[in-house]
């Protein structure tokens, strides 16, 4: 079992900056890659940002590239975003992912933090 816990949301202004962090807890030797998806009010869950537990190669959705930076520290189990330049429709609850390997099919389980609310005001 993995745990995720999620910090560093809050309320801030459109062009402010905020870093949320997560920290994985429990089995998570078999990492694989973890990340933020965000789900704004009466839209669906999307994928924001991801990171390879491996060699660190991120994904990055369009709206966010260029503003948004994820990176990872495997000694603590944590990924962190960056969040620059934040814009009124970066207002979400942002939940943090982790994709883990296993040994029988599908091959892979996700866990999911509580979600961290950011709200960026114009």
């Known amino acids: ?10 309320s801030v202004h459109a062009g ?5 962090s997560c920290v994985a807890s429990g089995r998570t ?7 933020w998806f965000r ?10 940002a ?14 966010v590239t260029g503003r948004f ?12 975003l960056q969040m620059n330049s934040l814009k009124p429709e970066d207002t979400a609850v942002y939940y943090c992912n982790a ?5 029988t099919h599908p091959y892979f389980r996700a866990y999911w933090g ?3 609310l950011v709200t960026v005001s114009s």
Do not use: C, H
Not at 1 to 6: A, D, N, R
């Open 39 to 48: 789900q704004a009010p009466g839209k669906e869950r999307d994928l924001v």
């Open 114 to 116: 509580k979600g961290t």
């Open 69 to 80: 930076t994820i990176s990872r520290e495997n000694a603590n189990n944590t990924v962190y």
């Open 1 to 10: 079992q993995v745990q995720l816990v999620e910090s560093g949301g809050g």
């Open 29 to 35: 030797f078999s990492t694989y890659t973890m990340g």
């Open 99 to 103: 994709d883990l390997l296993e040994a």
């Open 50 to 63: 991801a990171v390879a537990w491996t060699d660190g190669s991120t994904y990055y959705t369009d709206s």
């Open 16 to 20: 402010d900056s905020l870093r949320l």
